[in-house]
């Protein structure tokens, strides 16, 4: 069984992206034969972004990961632009993608609208190459957060049309989401996710901030009125608190409301506080070890790129042969499978 999941190289990864996707990336590479994880640096161009700070950003992510406990010799661990098969792949798949179904797609309707200069091609194409991210590998399941639902289906429908169309090449993939802490919130704005591209700093928990940074902010999120520890829709923000401590503590909700009866707002934000510090601690001392040593990640990458590109290379030549590209029977005997 495979898993594969991408990550965004946004600099600072924060509780949200820990508890609702790293978390899910330990328990895979425990489970799967391999667990296949990829730094998505080309979709980072996909926006606005900063091509001196990018390949930092890897690095941050890179050691983030490393520092929550993703084992590279457990897993395949690699950055989306070193294996050049992802690129040619997307491509490819743009022939049995219909560009209805990516003009429906929300994530490039709301980027697309804030987009304050240029709407990228880029970011009309952003679910083909992650459809090629996971198909490239013939990927089970694919553990990603809810608001990739749209992506993971269109993924799926890409595989169906191309076996269909060609032979049957491609695996649908599974999309597989977390079920606790899918969706941890704003502190400021518990109406929308957590989220490094919209939130404010205050609204965000960094997996590397101080001990008192996330006292503080926790102090200030943004509560609602009445004063009883309890969730609730009129309650957005201590909901989205007791779904973190149900997280930190592995309790259920129904459990903390019981231990926070008759406690005030203020009692209970400062334990969440105390053990959001404990959960983070250890990863943020790991990643501050991990961090400075550019070569030492570099060189993790450049092998997991290999390993990936172990199974990337056969793939793309099967995809290529039964699509006619290049000369007929390319592709090893050894992975054909139609012939
Ligand atoms: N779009 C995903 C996100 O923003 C990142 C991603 C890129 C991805 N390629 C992927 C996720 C392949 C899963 C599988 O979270």
Same mark, same amino acid.
């Given at each position: 069984m495979r898993i594969f999941s991408g990550i965004q190289p946004t600099g600072r990864k924060h509780i949200g992206?820990?508890?609702?996707?790293?978390?899910?990336y330990l328990e895979g590479q425990e489970r799967a034969d391999p667990a296949i994880y990829c730094i998505v640096d080309l979709h980072a161009t996909s926006v606005a972004y900063d091509p001196e700070a990018l390949p930092g950003y890897v690095l941050d992510t890179t050691a983030m990961l490393l520092a929550a406990g993703l084992d590279p010799g457990r897993c395949i661990l690699f950055r989306q632009s070193d294996v050049r098969e992802h690129t040619e792949l997307t491509w490819l798949l743009c022939s049995v993608t219909p560009c209805g179904d990516l003009q429906r797609m929300h994530q490039f309707k709301d980027k697309s609208e804030r987009e304050q200069e240029l709407v990228r091609t880029s970011l009309f194409l952003y679910p083909v190459l992650q459809a090629a991210?996971?198909?490239?590998? &013939? %990927?089970?399941? /694919?553990?990603?957060?809810?608001?990739?639902?749209?992506?993971?289906?269109?993924?799926?429908?890409?595989?169906r049309r191309f076996n269909s169309t060609y032979g049957e090449v491609l695996v649908e993939p599974k999309h597989v989401i977390p079920e606790v802490g899918a969706r941890i919130m704003d502190l400021q704005d518990p109406s929308t996710k957590m989220s490094t591209s919209y939130g404010t700093d205050a609204g965000l928990i960094y997996i590397d901030d101080e001990?008192?940074?996330?006292?503080?902010?926790?102090? &200030?999120?943004?509560?609602?009125?009445?004063?009883?520890? /309890? $969730?609730?829709?009129?309650?957005?923000?201590?909901?989205?608190?007791?779904?973190?401590?149900? /997280?930190? $503590?592995?309790?259920?909700?129904?459990?903390?409301?019981?231990?926070?009866?008759?406690?005030?707002?203020?009692?209970?934000?400062? #334990?969440?506080?105390?053990?959001?510090?404990?959960? *983070?601690?250890? !990863?943020?001392?790991?990643?501050?070890?991990? $961090?400075?040593?550019?070569?030492?990640? +570099?060189?993790? *990458?450049?092998?997991?790129?290999?390993? #990936? &590109?172990?199974?990337?290379?056969?793939?793309?030549? +099967? !995809?290529?042969?039964?699509?006619?590209?290049?000369?007929?029977?390319?592709? %090893?005997?050894a992975v054909q499978r139609r012939g």
């Open positions: 992206n820990y508890i609702g996707a790293i978390r899910g991210d996971i198909l490239l590998y &013939r %990927s089970d399941e /694919v553990p990603v957060g809810d608001d990739q639902r749209q992506h993971i289906e269109l993924a799926r429908e890409i595989a001990p008192d940074d996330i006292r503080r902010k926790l102090a &200030r999120a943004e509560t609602d009125s009445g004063r009883e520890v /309890v $969730r609730g829709p009129d309650k957005p923000g201590i909901s989205n608190l007791i779904e973190v401590m149900s /997280v930190t $503590r592995g309790a259920a909700p129904e459990d903390i409301e019981r231990e926070f009866e008759g406690e005030g707002y203020g009692t209970f934000k400062n #334990a969440v506080a105390e053990d959001v510090v404990g959960l *983070l601690a250890p !990863v943020r001392e790991r990643y501050r070890e991990l $961090r400075p040593d550019e070569d030492g990640l +570099e060189r993790m *990458l450049a092998e997991g790129a290999e390993r #990936a &590109r172990a199974i990337a290379t056969p793939m793309l030549a +099967e !995809v290529r042969d039964v699509m006619g590209i290049g000369p007929k029977g390319a592709a %090893s005997p």
